[in-house]
């Protein structure tokens, strides 16, 4: 059913002679909330190298922030390798943050999708600041606090006030200022402007781009918007049912041959400048995997998982 011929390549591969090795390599990743339950991620391969920016993208409960809280150390996972070769530390991703040395969860730093939450309504933006500061590098002064909150575009004296002070994209701002108080070598960037205006999410997008270029930073980015993907992203993956189906550079994906599922998000992506709403197929009862799990190699690292025809 998909052009390339048969094959039964996982995403996660070695590099070839003269690519750069990847900082974080996902084999067969498998995540489980509960004993019983059916796992939220399964047989999950990928990568990402120093400098780039992986998109992961899916409908609500694809299971694509569940692979972002398992590469933070948020949840553990069931089975699968899971490790970390960054230049300053190695180390295995498997295990919860808690069982992650220093030097690990200092590389890994999670912005979260709601910055409303995720800041204590109680504690300053310098003491938010200050507390991964003094957490990882065993001091917190007032100057670096202020010359992180400068590094995200808000002068040192936001360090004063709390978070009911601040605009949404002010307080997105500060997450990212928290996340790199660590000086991490990865960011996971959450949904993190679902809840903004469209000006705001694309001040938050420059901002990004701008860190990731000056610090050399790697960034999962987690995503419904496959409009704001193909404008960040170097690579792209897509996600259902907590597997990803397809992966591959990022104008490949959207230029396709897709995968059926991935043909039906680019279907429902709106335009520019439209008043409706397209009309979509619905997709999901036209195909299953097909017997094997094998992957289709289209070139330049474009996979897709092989699937059949369900009808």
């Not at 050399?216 to 993956?237: E, K, M, P």
């Not at 041959?257 to 429902?268: D, E, G, I, S, V």
């Not at 195909?287 to 070139?299: H, S, T, V, Y």
Request: hydrophobic share 45%.
């Amino acid at each position: 059913a998909i052009p390339g011929g048969p094959g039964a390549a996982a995403p996660a591969t070695a590099p070839a002679e003269g690519q750069v090795a990847p900082m974080v390599v996902a084999d067969g990743l498998v995540v489980r909330y509960a004993r019983g339950l059916p796992p939220a991620v399964s047989d999950v391969s990928f990568t990402i190298a120093p400098r780039e920016t992986l998109a992961v993208v899916g409908e609500s409960g694809s299971g694509k922030t569940t692979l972002a809280t398992a590469l933070a150390g948020l949840v553990p996972t069931e089975s699968g390798t899971f490790r970390f070769q960054g230049d300053r530390v190695e180390g295995d991703l498997t295990s919860a943050v808690a069982g992650r040395s220093p030097a690990l969860r200092r590389a890994v730093q999670l912005v979260f999708q709601n910055a409303d939450t995720s800041l204590n309504p109680r504690r300053t933006v310098g003491a938010a600041i200050a507390r991964p500061l003094k957490l990882f590098t065993g001091r917190a002064s007032a100057e670096r606090v202020g010359e992180i909150l400068t590094e995200v575009g808000l002068s040192p004296d936001f360090a004063a006030r709390l978070p009911n002070q601040l605009s949404g994209g002010q307080r997105q701002r500060v997450g990212i200022a928290r996340a790199l108080a660590a000086d991490p070598q990865l960011v996971i960037a959450d949904e993190i402007t679902t809840a903004l205006d469209v000006r705001v999410q694309a001040e938050i997008l420059d901002l990004l781009a701008g860190l990731q270029r000056d610090k050399g930073l790697s960034c999962l980015f987690i995503s419904h918007d496959l409009a704001v993907v193909r404008g960040v992203a170097d690579r792209v993956a897509v996600m259902t049912g907590g597997r990803i189906v397809e992966i591959g550079p990022t104008e490949r994906v959207f230029g396709g041959p897709n995968h059926p599922y991935t043909r039906q998000l680019l279907a429902a992506t709106l335009e520019p400048g439209a008043t409706e709403l397209p009309a979509v197929e619905d997709v999901t009862a036209t195909w299953r995997d097909a017997a094997g799990g094998g992957w289709r190699e289209l070139g330049d690292g474009h996979r897709i998982r092989d699937w059949e025809d369900a009808r």
